[in-house]
């Protein structure tokens, strides 16, 4: 089922995990601190979760790191893959366990939240150019079908709370500069004083590229108030604001421009200005009850807006734009009962949300003349859930959890560009989700579960293109996936190593494939798709001041059933997606502030087309991250720290078009980079 990893890597990583099992706790440990995961909605402690969620603290977040990209934070997430974090028109591609890979620019497949708010639209896609993870404090992930918890997604939760200033109170001012023109500096000021408590992060970021056409200017506002109202309530207020006005899009290149010139941008990117420019505000409200009745209530709210333009790198229909209004709500209740003498947790709840997208798109020539208008339509997204999840303790050891959801979703196209027909359309969706887990913790450090789901992942706007026409694509329907997983996570004193490892398995039923036509994505249903694989992580205290983190993907994602009229791609790889990746990060803390990580990364190899008949080689990345801090008097600190990715200048692409038009699939990485940043804090 998967291919070998080169025999150096495979030696290594026996020989760290090798003691793992050689090891038994003694029966006098006690347990450690609790930790506590979120982001399944039913809160619960790691150890009695039956699913495969991982959590990245603020620390790992923020120490030497850029902040500016989710890969700086879940490169070590096993399972997770992502893409692209030098084209900032485009955004960054996420896979989870191979969901998510077919998009060309943004996210599918995936639910992501910040703060209690879903970034996910309706439809299925997500933007993450809003994220700050200046003020992000904790970010969950599960990975894997998770329709019961959040609706129309199939790969999995990426979970992000940012800061509302109770903790960690104060100022800190921080400016960076490095290669290829990059320069950030950012500002975050939070504290808490009687019933209130605040946090106001902001960002302004310049970037000139490592490629032509590649520059971005993007600033970003991100700011919490939270009032408390008595025990056990409260009520908090949040703001995040984006302007992004100019994001550049270098394209994709084919074989031969690679050869003559990596920092080259595609001819059409630079002859029609390829980019984009966003404008984007986003007000949300909570409550929440901890003593609602006997139980606890959350009510969520929110409204954003959405200004969005881009030039594509093709002479055609290629200027479009939208204006976008994006509103939702969601009620849970959370309560423990005794269900005869067995204790059970649950949560039920229900989630709204709409999106109306004012849309237009208009030819342009070879000289990037902005000619007629050719599409002008409104399409509308309406997204209602009703879902409960529940844990039943059978033992104090075994944890049984049930879930069920119901989505309707609701999908509406009013087309007013009436030229070529009306091409309006409707489509809706009325989906079950359902997941059972057990959870057997044998000790109070370790813990065996399993669990299966199912998941739906509706097409979105985009993705219902028909290309033989405008409207909707009337042979697309959504994928469905079935998910099976056993797990095993825990923590062995002797040795102060943690470890997380998950057997997955899941069957997709009419997997959305994209392909290309005349430079433009379309999509089909791809029959089925397999995805088995292994995910193991590891954390290994290895002194006072030395840890080694490693995370490990070994999976096999392959069409089972896929035909065109022409072709037959039965058995083929899936393309995008490297069926292994290994991440290990070995850091030294020293005295105060002071602190040294170094990271390695293998990348294998992938393929870039459904008939796998474009490779794309594997690669190794080596990163190195130091830094130091000084007290200056008072409460006021200076930290300095620098940053080398791609240490040793290794070639590889930073992103992979899947099914290019004329070879062109290759986005070029940048070489050796070197940042460094100088921070304030007071």
Known sequence: MYKLLPPSLMLTGLAVSSPLWAQNEPASVQALPTVEVSAPRLARELYATPAAVSTVDQETIAQGQQRVRLDETLVGVPGVFIQNRDNFAQGQRIAIRGFGARAPFGVRGITVMVDGIPYTLPDGQAQLDAIDLDSAERIEVIRGPSSVLYGNAAGGVIDVTTADGRENPGTRLRVEAGSDGYRKASLQTGGSQGDWSHNVSFSALNVDGYRDQSSTEKYLLNAK??????????????????????????GALNAGEVASGRHQAA?????????????????????EDLSAGPGEFYLKGFIARRDFEQQLPYVGDSRLGYQRDYMGASAEYHHEIALGELPLSYVAGVDVARQDDDRFRRNVNAQGGVGEQVADETQTATSTGVFAQGDLGLTEQVTLSLGARFDRVDLDVNDRYLADGDQSGERTFNEWSGSAGLSYRYRPRHQVYINTGTAFETPTFSEFAN??????????????????????????????????????????????VPFDEGGRTFYQNAGDTNRDGLELSLGWQ??????LNSALTLARYEFDEF???????????LPGLPEQTWVNQLTWEGL?????????????????????????????????RVGDGWQLGGDTLLNAYVGVRNLFDEDHYANVRLNGTFGRFYEPAPGRSVYGGLEVRF
């Open 563 to 573: 035909a065109t009229p022409s072709e037959r791609f039965d058995g083929n790889r």
């Open 542 to 547: 290895l002194a006072d001041q030395w840890r």
């Open 467 to 512: 290309p033989i026409g405008g409207g909707f694509n009337p042979s697309i329907e959504p994928q469905k996936a079935w998910n099976r997983e056993v797990g095993t996570r825990g923590y062995i004193e002797p040795l102060a190593m943690d470890y997380d490892l998950a057997l997955f398995s899941v069957r997709v039923r009419d997997e959305l």
């Open 592 to 624: 105060a502030h002071r602190f040294a990580t170094l990271e390695t990364q293998y990348v294998g190899d992938m393929v870039a087309d459904n008939a796998n008949e474009t490779e794309i080689d594997s690669y190794w990345l080596v990163n190195l």
């Open 267 to 287: 001819p059409n990117s630079l002859a029609l200005d390829a980019g984009q420019n966003v404008d984007q505000q986003l007000i949300g409200l909570q409550y």
């Open 225 to 250: 108030l939270r009032r408390e109202l008595g025990s056990e309530r409260a009520l908090t207020a949040i703001v995040n604001l984006l302007e992004n006005p100019r994001s550049e899009d270098p």
